[in-house]
C-alpha cells in the first residue's frame, strides 16, 4: 500500500493501482479507514476513465486525438487515465465535448441549456 500522506494519487486507492482505468474487475484497497470521501473520488475517477477509455475505442480515436481535441497536454491527459492526478471538472468538460457523451451523458449538453 502506497502512503497516502503525500499528495492524493487516485490509483492508489485500488488493491492494484496498475489496473485503475484499465480493469473493470479493479477493486479499492482494503483499508479505506475514515477517508471513504478521497477513496470514493478515486472510485469515481476509474469508472469515469473506464468509460472515457471504451469511449475512444468505440470512436476509433486515439489519446493523441483527444489531446488535440480537448486542449489537454498528451502527458497530462495520461498521468489522469492512469490515475496519478485527480480529474477536474474542466478536465472532464474538455473530455465530454470532444467525445460527447463520455462523461455527461444523461445531462444535456450545453447549447441546449443556454438561452441567448
Known sequence: MT???SPFRPKDWLANPF??????????EQ?????FASARTA???????????RQLQDHGMTLKQL?????IEYQYLTKLLRGDLTMQLHHLAAID?????AVFDQIPS???????
Open 3 to 5: 502512503d497516502r500522506s
Open 19 to 28: 489496473s485503475f482505468g484499465r480493469s473493470a474487475s479493479a477493486t479499492l
Open 31 to 35: 483499508s479505506v479507514g475514515n477517508d
Open 43 to 53: 472510485w469515481l475517477q476509474h469508472c469515469l476513465c473506464l468509460r472515457i477509455r
Open 67 to 71: 489531446s488535440v481535441d480537448t486542449g
Open 97 to 101: 465535448s470532444a467525445l460527447p457523451g
Open 110 to 116: 450545453l447549447k441546449q441549456d443556454v438561452n441567448p
